[in-house]
């Protein structure tokens, strides 16, 4: 994804921070005036603009542009393949997930929903426990901790199965039994 940056400082990041987990890259960035390019990403982008404004434009599954403003603590989904550019004029606050496409699915099928999961495009809803978790994910990632890898991975677990409980067409897939009593 490229940007362009309004700002006339020589690093245009405010804050920045990155962290990574199989199927799983968690980001946050604090920066100053941009304009993210028009770009697809092979996984699901979720976003929580933190604080700041920012308009986006996606041309989502029917071929019909979608103009977006939003202002803090406000989610985003972007289904992995879907076009996306956005703008911010002043300072952003951005908190943002990158599911990998293999690793929901992966984990779909292991847990019963269904194979086929797409994802619900969706903009301007708020979701704490989203928001709670890539922070608190962000957080783990900085501490040297034994325990901080088996925490972040129930972490990413409960993320992913929220998202397709919450934010897909992926229904439980019954499980057909074969014996047992009568």
């Not at 940007?3 to 920066?31: C, M």
Request: hydrophobic share 40%; proline share 4%; aromatic share 8%.
């Amino acid at each position: 994804m490229q940007i362009e940056w309004k700002s006339n400082t020589a690093d245009p990041y405010v804050f920045r921070q990155v962290a990574e987990w199989p199927g799983l890259r968690v980001h946050r960035a604090h920066v100053h005036a941009g304009k993210m390019l028009e770009h697809v990403n092979d996984c699901h982008e979720v976003n929580v603009a933190l604080s700041g404004a920012l308009t986006t434009r996606k041309v989502n599954s029917i071929g019909r542009q979608i103009v977006n403003s939003t202002r803090g603590n406000n989610l985003c989904i972007t289904p992995a393949g879907q076009p996306i550019s956005a703008e911010w004029t002043g300072k952003l606050d951005n908190l943002g997930m990158f599911l990998n496409a293999g690793f929901v699915s992966q984990t779909a099928v292991e847990n019963g929903f269904s194979p086929n999961v797409e994802f619900v495009e969706l903009y301007k809803k708020q979701d704490p426990l989203i928001q709670n978790i890539g922070l608190t994910l962000l957080e783990t990632a900085t501490k040297d901790d034994p325990m901080g890898n088996l925490f972040a991975e129930s972490l990413i677990q409960t993320l992913t199965f929220h998202v397709l409980t919450n934010y897909t067409n992926a229904g439980v897939t019954p499980t057909v039994s074969a014996g047992g009593l009568a």
